[in-house]
């Protein structure tokens, strides 16, 4: 089984910075595509950013330029550092990966992690 593992999340000012990790772990696998998503209240999860195995990333408009996203694949890890942080960027953010195991693809998701940004 694999699982991906959360932290980083909390209480921030407006301005301010967060980075959240995401580590997978289990047994034998390869990942993928892995990312961030984000759900606030009364609204859809959507795509903050992504990142290919050969570390190509993109992002979502609202945060270009604020967030960077990063792996080292040696850790099966992925990060998502937050810089300027906005109170619109308040959710809870949920990190997924595309992993092989036994020759199938399937999308594996954390449990989430609360960011709030608030004075």
């Known amino acids: 089984q694999v699982q991906l593992v959360e932290s980083g999340g909390g209480l921030v000012q407006p301005g301010g910075s967060l980075r959240l990790s995401c580590a997978a772990s289990?047994?034998?696998?390869?990942?993928?595509?892995m990312g961030w998503y984000r759900q606030a209240p009364g609204k859809e999860r959507e795509l903050v950013a992504a990142i290919g195995s050969g570390g190509g990333a993109n992002y979502a408009d609202s945060v270009k330029g604020r967030f960077t996203i990063s792996r080292d694949n040696a850790k099966n890890t992925v990060y998502l550092q937050m810089n300027s942080l906005k109170p619109e960027d308040t959710a809870v953010y949920y990190c997924n990966a595309d992993i092989r195991r036994v020759g199938a693809w399937a999308a594996y998701w954390g449990q989430g992690t609360q960011v709030t940004v608030s004075s």
């Open positions: 289990g047994s034998t696998f390869s990942i993928g595509v």
